[in-house]
């Protein structure tokens, strides 16, 4: 499976950003997809995450109501609508997908997962 992450750019506080997260390979739909962020000097930590099923779905805290995970398997793509977007936001933003997960598991650690996309900047500037 390979990821190609996308929609990163400049946005003001309060805007909103649409990330996707393409991804080749028939393997795709089996596999649960995770959002990570990293700002500069900081780890890499969980944003979100969904399902192989698409069912589940679950938020960081620093998220959770203003971010919302969606995919699209006819399309092999994972999508992150971030709205009401704060400066603490501004990070590159990875996709990563697990083989073989179980069909309603989220995944929160960095090492669960099998393949990860290039990252795409977010910056969220006044």
């Known amino acids: 499976v390979q990821l190609q992450a996308s929609g990163g750019g400049l946005v003001q506080i309060g805007g909103s950003l649409r990330l996707s997260c393409a991804a080749s390979g028939r393997t795709f739909s089996s596999c649960a997809v995770g959002w990570f962020r990293q700002a500069p000097g900081k780890e890499r930590e969980f944003v979100a995450a969904?399902?192989?099923?698409?069912?589940?779905?679950s938020y960081a805290d620093s998220v959770k109501g203003r971010f919302t995970v969606s995919r699209d398997n006819a399309k092999n793509t994972v999508y992150l609508q971030m709205n009401s977007l704060k400066p603490e936001d501004t990070a590159v933003y990875y996709c990563?997908?697990?083989?073989?997960?179980?069909?309603?598991?989220?995944?929160?650690?960095?090492?669960?997962?099998?393949?990860w996309g290039q990252g795409t900047l977010v910056t969220v500037s006044s």
């Open positions: 969904v399902s192989k099923s698409a069912g589940s779905t």
């Open positions: 990563a997908a697990k083989q073989r997960s179980i069909w309603s598991g989220i995944y929160y650690s960095v090492s669960t997962y099998d393949y």
